[in-house]
Structures are given as structure tokens and as C-alpha cells.
């Protein structure tokens, strides 16, 4: 049977924004129940779809099989027919939980020639969950068996990301043809980005990587000496989730810090500075000031790429 594409509503019971974790590391809440009630204003219909997960974050349809597979946070992967809910992998044991916002982040389906399946995975390694953090986020392949799960002896480190703190770690994959993909990478977690990362184009952290995966190896695609040749785009907190449009266009879904929530809309030909951490939607960051209302005539003369949407965080809350 064809499996159309599908929104993933996620509720727990603790906020991703915080959700520290005791010594023994981050127990996953329990979902709640939710009734799946949703605006008729928006023309929109709302049932549940598939049951029975704790943490999925990402749903993604097989290439050539059409079969549904949804990846958790916790670190399982599992596939869907239709019909049947298959276990494909449980990454648990090598990925870190002690924060809400680690685990498995992202997944991809490889382009590959030779016949053999391979998937990226995006994670957050295993690491102790006292002291300061000691957990990277790695970017890995892994081949695929025959029977349809992953092959645990086969993962491989492809890059690893020095991550100064739990949270922000952004983690998104996306495949984007010819063997290209995009990664989101958050500021490198606290607050305000003290480190100064989403201003740094030579740092990997706040930015979107572009990339291509070949020969078991990633390469930067883009030429220049302006800043690490793997960074599309800077200047981002936690682009927790993005997607090109049917014109190339990237759109970036920015979790803001106390203030706004961002919707971006980039090209894939030319650099953007999405402005973090000295804007946070259409505001200059402040952290004494109060939340202004969003002000989409502001003056922007530092070349930042302003937002082509804002919401309060208020209103919603994201990683």
C-alpha cells in the first residue's frame, strides 16, 4: 500500500526546553493522552495515525519499499507496513539520554550504487551523565540487512561535533539528491550562546552543513574562505527541523530563545546570517529586556536574513 506523507504530533510530559537529568540519567516521560482536537478554522482533520511509540521525532518513507519508518529519540528505529510494526534498530545503548534534547536526533536514507542499503543517523554519543557534558554529536553510516534492520557492527563515525553543553544539539538530516544532504547543528546549548557560535561561520555549531556522502566518506561541497567550508547557512540557535520546497528553497524551523519562535526562508546558492544570537525574530537580543511585540519593519542594517515568520513562545514551545 502507498504511505502518504504524515504530521507527527509529539506530546509528553516534560518540556523539551529543559528536563535535566538525575545521575541515572533522563527517563523518558510517559506520554499523555491527547484527544486530537485541532482548530476547524484551518480546514485541517486530525486522527491518530499509528500508536503505541514513546518518543518519535522523525517519520521517514523506505525508497523502495514504501515502508513507514519512524525514529525515537530514545534511539529505536522501527518500520511500518501498513500493517505490521517491525523493530529496525535499537540505538539505545550507544546514545547518550541525559538530557531531553539528546538522543537520536536525525536519520537519512543514503544514495548508493552499489546495491547496498546505507542510513546516516545523527546522535548524541553515549557518555556520563554527571559533571559537564563529555557527549558529541556524531554523524555515522550504517548498511542495512537484507531482513530489513540495521546491521550494529557496520556503524561507522563519519564527523563528530564537540558539543560544550547538553542541550541545542539541533541533529536534523536531510537528503537532498546526488548524493548531497543537509545537517542542522544548534549553538552548542547553555543560553544566549555564550560561546559566540552563531556568529562564528568557522565553527560548525549554529549552522547548517551541506555535504556530500561517497566512498563511505563526507566531503564539504561548498568553495571559499569565509568560514568552514561545510556551513550553508549561520547565525541559528536549535533548527530543530528544515525542508527544501519544490523551488530549492530551504525552509528552517528555528527554536527561539525567550521570545520567538522563527520561521526562515533561504536559497541554497547564497550564504545567510540568520542573525543569532544578536536577533531573536525581528528583536535584538537582550536578556533583561521584556518580549516586544514582533516588529517585522525592523530596521536591518547588519545584513542579517530576517525571519519570514515569528510566533511567541508562549504560544508554542519547541527544543
Known amino acids: 500500500m502507498r504511505i502518504w506523507a504524515i504530521i507527527s504530533l509529539l506530546v509528553v510530559t516534560c518540556p523539551f526546553a529543559g528536563c535535566l537529568s538525575d545521575d541515572n540519567g533522563y527517563v523518558w ?23 503505541g511509540l514513546a518518543s518519535p521525532i522523525v517519520t521517514l518513507e523506505h525508497p523502495e519499499n514504501e515502508e513507514l519508518w519512524i525514529v525515537e529519540l530514545s534511539g529505536q528505529i522501527t518500520s511500518w507496513n501498513g500493517e505490521v510494526v517491525s523493530q529496525v534498530a535499537d540505538l539505545s545503548p550507544i546514545v547518550s539520554n541525559c538530557h531531553a534534547e539528546q538522543g537520536l536526533l536525525g536519520m537519512a536514507f543514503a544514495d548508493t550504487s552499489n546495491g547496498s542499503q546505507t542510513v546516516l543517523l545523527s546522535y548524541i554519543e553515549e557518555g556520563s551523565c554527571d ?19 540495521i546491521d550494529m557492527s557496520s556503524i561507522t563515525v563519519l564527523k563528530t561535533v564537540e558539543q560544550p553543553f547538553r542541550n ?18 544548534g549553538d552548542g546549548g547553555s543560553g544566549y550562546d555564550p560561546d559566540g557560535n552563531g556568529q562564528d561561520p568557522h565553527t560548525v555549531l549554529g549552522s547548517i552543513l551541506y555535504f556530500t556522502f561517497s566512498g563511505g566518506e563526507v566531503s564539504p561541497i561548498l ?49 545567510a546570517n540568520l542573525g543569532w544570537a544578536e536577533m531573536e525574530g525581528f528583536q535584538p537580543v537582550d536578556d533583561s529586556a521584556p518580549c516586544e511585540s514582533s516588529n517585522e519593519n525592523y530596521s536591518n542594517d547588519l ?17
Do not use: K
Open 131 to 149: 559533571g559537564p557534558n563529555d557527549s558529541d554529536l556524531l554523524l555515522s553510516s550504517a548498511t542495512v540487512n537484507s531482513d530489513g534492520t
Open 303 to 319: 545584513g542579517y536574513t530576517m525571519p519570514v515568520a515569528t510566533y511567541a513562545i508562549r504560544e508554542g514551545t519547541a527544543p
Open 168 to 185: 541545542h544539539n539541533g541533529g536534523h538530516l536531510l537528503n537532498i539528491g546526488n548524493n548531497e544532504y543537509l545537517w542542522g547543528l
Open 223 to 271: 568553495q571559499g574562505d569565509s568560514g568552514s567550508p561545510f556551513v550553508l547557512h549561520y547565525g541559528l540557535r536549535n533548527p530543530w527541523r528544515f525542508d527544501l520546497d519544490s523551488n530549492d528553497r530551504l525552509w528552517i524551523a528555528d527554536v527561539g530563545q525567550s521570545c520567538w519562535e522563527e520561521i526562515n526562508l533561504v536559497t541554497m546558492d547564497n550564504q
Open 29 to 51: 516521560p510517559e506520554p499523555e493522552s491527547w484527544d486530537c482536537s485541532i482548530d476547524l478554522s484551518y480546514n485541517l482533520s486530525c486522527s491518530v495515525y499509528l500508536g
